[in-house]
């Protein structure tokens, strides 16, 4: 199926699980594609993150289409175990991929797009962006930042808790990571937790799939233009995973609310109290890793691009899959893409077919 640079139905940017869920729905379809990854080798975001993350859902929740990621012992698959599932799928179905290819550009020509990597091009009729967001991490703007002389790192380049052993060490964020990573780093150092508003936590027999079928209901709603009464939670409150469930009983989950600003060695809270900090852990979230798509002119203010489900208004030869809630509910998410990837794929195919 790898068809020559003019003869290709669609390219698909990146390599993850939103790539490999839209690749399986376009071979269906019995369109030519190409996918181009940035990774050296398989597994996508998975492959970056840090050593100990677990889902919070059980491998038959936590699959992608055609083919179940087999289960584990302990029920929560590890990232190593995602890592593997995802290499097995792509070799499973022979997937047309070249990596690592960091696509830097693309441009409109008169039968479709070009994409650009370097000093290489492709060409196809329609393009799909299914770069994720794990490159373009997010870190909040504080005073004094810059004059900070202790080390700062974002979720995404965090690996495990030994190099922060015996440090006074600050984890900022609400979300599952936060918690996950507090839960690790309070093991070995002095930990305070930061956060913008009260922590959420979900009850204890909670997890992945109820998330996933709470999503699911309020698909069905916006599909059938109504209402739907939801209870708390989503997809960025806290799962109390085993990890979480052990620090809450040594009471380490409990949160301040952000300081004002950084000194070199510390910060400075709200009532003018100083703190020597050593360290700061940002799981302050993502944006969308749409740079390449700059060119086109379709990025927002907000740097996302305007979509009508997961096709660009702007540019109709363009989707966009995985991103988060603004592509399609859950669409971040293994099982999640599932839905998302099987729509693009019929309306790209619709397009091409007409």
Known sequence: MQAGTGDLDVII?????????????????????LILDAGEKPGGAWRH???????????????????????????????????????????????PIERPIKVTSVERIKDGLRVHAGDRHWDARVIVSATGTWSNPYIPDYPGAEL???????????????????????????????????????????????????????????????????ATERWKAQQEGRGVDQPAGGFGDIVMVPPVIEARDRDILKAVLPFRRFTSTGVIWSDGTETQVDAVIWCTGFKPALNHLADLGVLNDESRVDVQGTRSLAEPRLWLVGYGEWTGLASATLIGVTRTARSTAAEIEAMIRA
């Not at 940017?13 to 594609?33: D, E, H, V």
């Not at 839960?183 to 070995?188: I, P, Y």
């Open 148 to 214: 900070f002389s202790g080390q700062q790192i974002h979720s995404a380049h965090y690996v495990e808790a030994q190099p922060f052993e015996g440090k006074r060490v600050l984890v900022v964020g609400a979300g599952n990571s936060a918690a996950q990573i507090l839960a690790e780093v309070s093991k070995v150092a002095d930990t305070v937790w930061v956060t913008p508003t009260e922590p959420m936590f979900l009850p204890d027999d909670v997890d992945g799939r109820v998330l996933f079928e709470r």
């Open 13 to 33: 940017i990146g390599g993850g699980q939103s790539a490999l869920a839209t690749a399986y729905f376009l071979r269906r379809a019995k369109l030519s594609f």
């Open 49 to 95: 993150g840090w050593n100990s993350l677990r889902l919070f859902s059980p491998a038959q929740w936590s699959s992608i289409a055609g083919w179940m990621m087999p289960p584990v012992h302990n029920e929560y698959p590890s990232r190593d175990h995602v890592i593997d599932y995802l290499t097995q799928y792509e070799a499973r179905y022979q997937f």
